[in-house]
C-alpha cells in the first residue's frame, strides 16, 4: 500500500475544519471512484475528515476531480496516507474500528466515542486478513439478513456506520 508521498500524511485538497464530527473515515485503498466520491460529500457533510490510505484505483488531483463535477469537494477535509502505519502515526490519539463482512460484532452494539477512526476496506477485497485478526476486538460488521448477498456497496456501509457513530455521540 504505497501512493508514493511521504511517510507522514498530507492534505492535498480540500477544506480544513474547525469543528469537526469529533471522527474520522479511513479507506484502504479504495478502487471504485463513485463509491470513494459518495463518502467524500457524506464526510463532507458531517465535517468528518476522510483519510485515504494506500494506493487509489483512480486519480484525484484537480483536472480529475473536475471532470467527475465533485462540486463540493472542496468542502471536505482529505488526508492521503502513504500506508496504515502512516495513518496510525497521523492519529495517534485514535482508536480504530474495523468494518468487515467477516467480523462477528454487530456495529449497532459497539459504543462509539470521540476519536474513533472507522476504517473500511476495498470494495472488491475488504481489509486484509491479518489486520482483521490482529484487531479482532474492534472489527465490526453490518448483518445482512439476505446471506445470498455478499455484500453492502461501500458508500453505504460507510453511511451506516457513520450515522450510527454520529447518533451515539449525539452530533
Known sequence: MDVGIG????????????????LHVALIEPEIPPNTGNIARLCGATFTPLHLVGKLGFRTDEKAVRRA?????D????????????LYQFLPDCRFIYFSTKAERDYADWRYQP?????????????PE???RANWDRC?????????????????SVGIAL????????V
Open 7 to 22: 511517510a507522514r500524511a498530507l492534505i492535498v485538497m480540500g477544506a480544513r475544519y474547525e469543528t469537526t464530527s469529533r
Open 75 to 86: 468542502e471536505v477535509e482529505i488526508h492521503y496516507h502513504r500506508n496504515l502505519e502512516a
Open 140 to 156: 465490526l460488521t453490518i448483518p445482512m439478513p439476505n446471506k445470498g448477498v455478499r455484500s453492502l456497496n461501500l458508500a453505504t
Open 69 to 73: 463535477g465533485l462540486d463540493y469537494w
Open 115 to 127: 476519536n474513533d477512526c472507522l476504517v473500511f476496506g476495498r470494495e472488491t477485497r475488504g481489509l
Open 163 to 170: 450515522f450510527e457513530a454520529l447518533r451515539q455521540l449525539r
Open 130 to 132: 491479518e489486520l482483521l
